[in-house]
């Protein structure tokens, strides 16, 4: 049973363009969850998706930043007119749905934005 | 916010108990207490969890105190690849529930 796929590992895109970074739950798992970490930084949430609907975004930048997860294939966290602060480590995590059962989280995607 | 207090790091040597307190003193009944563990820039690892009662795995054990407000993560023989950040979370059982992820304890494992 494969873990939480993330892809690329690594992305580098030069100001001004998109990044789009996917991310696989566990099989059987439907929620999502994305987080970022600044360099040197703590985990910060930024959104929680189910099937096809946004649970809860609010952490997630008001500008640029968007997330899905249709109803099939992964979840998709693109940044638009990327800027050098975004450069991050993105990680994915997902869970069945209930709190008691945790979450598994991704080996994350580290963005460099040059 | 985090709801936890964590020491911002310690050291234990290696082969010894590490023993990873943590505070959460506005801890409401239905919620859960998780461990989870980010070692360099990894994704974070799940560690353990419980409610009121100590919990035991094949990683650690975690034991809550009986009025809830604090509870502290064993690792029983810590190696060097137990080095990590490890992070205390409290966490609802609602729908709307998410993992806020506080600034953790740096674990150092001396040889």
């Known amino acids: 049973n494969a873990g939480v796929m993330q892809n690329p590992r690594h992305l580098v895109r030069r100001r001004g363009q998109e990044a789009r970074l996917r991310c696989s739950p566990m099989?059987?798992?439907?929620?999502v969850y994305w987080y970022r970490q600044l360099p040197e930084e703590g985990l910060k949430f930024m959104v929680y998706?189910?099937?096809?609907?946004?649970?809860?975004e609010s952490g997630m930048p008001k500008e640029r930043f968007s997330a899905e997860f249709p109803k099939e294939g992964p979840s998709i966290l693109r940044i638009q007119q990327v800027v050098r602060g975004d450069s991050a480590a993105y990680f994915c995590a997902s869970s069945q749905g209930r709190a008691n059962y945790g979450y598994t989280f991704g080996s994350g995607t580290r963005l460099t934005v040059v | 916010d985090a709801k936890t207090t964590q020491p911002t790091s310690m050291d234990c040597a290696e082969g010894r108990a590490a023993n990873l307190p943590c505070n959460h003193s506005?801890?409401?009944?239905?919620?859960?207490v998780y461990w989870y563990r980010q070692i360099h820039s990894q994704g974070p690892q799940y560690i353990i969890h419980g409610l009121k009662n100590n919990e035991t795995n094949e990683m650690a054990s975690l034991i809550i105190t009986e009025d809830r407000k604090s509870s502290t993560l064993i690792l029983p023989h810590a190696t060097l690849r137990d080095t990590a950040v490890y992070y205390c979370?409290?966490?609802?059982?609602?729908?709307?529930?998410?993992?806020?992820f506080g600034k953790g304890t740096r674990l150092h494992i001396l040889p």
């Open positions: 979370i409290v966490m609802g059982k609602g729908r709307d529930d998410k993992i806020i």
């Open positions: 506005t801890i409401s009944g239905n919620e859960y």
């Open positions: 099989k059987g798992h439907s929620h």
């Open positions: 998706l189910q099937k096809e609907n946004i649970i809860d």
